[in-house]
């Protein structure tokens, strides 16, 4: 958020003024397909979430389903039409992170994520009671832009994943934003889609136990 933004900003600005710099030097298009992306995972981020912990964690069908350590969840993205900013997910699924390495275009988000492997995670101030077990990593790519969005993975997200069954609509969840309480963008011609459903309500009726 801003508060945190704004609280590490002697951290940050190094990296925002090295960002800003290379920027700068990409073709214009390029500059427009990387922020669409990023507005992109913003938007879907609880989508994205949604399909990542269904692909990494357990579930009540899947209680051993621990793929978040050795596994990303990635998703291939095409920019339609070309050059217009608009996004559509045309693959999407938990792919070994030993793969990422021999992929040229990948190749160095494999290693920014093994280098943020070794560090160490911090406390997650969220939940004091739930310790922090990883990191799920999605990684939205839609050459030549590439995004790697980290969420922490607790001991309590572990168990509220196992009380609930595993979800194998996921991805059409994320390419068409079908869940329930779903927020509605128009885009300029018309056309009604829907972005960022906010599904809280929906995992937590599924982590009830069943009577």
Known sequence: GRECQRSN??????????HKAKMATLPRDEQKLIFALKDWTFAHSTLLHFAADNLLLPSSDRPDNLLFDTHVFFVQLKETPEGSGELVVIHADAVPLETLSVIPALKGAYESIMEKKKEKIPEYKGTK??????VTWTLAFCHPALRICPALVTEEGVEICRRRSYNEGWLDHLKYGTL????????????????????????????????
Do not use: N, Y
Request: charged share 25%.
């Open 129 to 134: 009671s739930s310790k922090v077990l990883g």
């Open 180 to 211: 329930p309480g779903s927020r509605q963008f128009v885009k300029p011609e018309g056309e009604v889609f829907s972005i960022g459903p906010d599904i809280t309500d929906l995992l937590a009726q599924q982590a009830k136990p069943r009577s």
């Open 9 to 18: 900003w002697k951290i940050h600005k190094p990296f925002c003024l090295q």
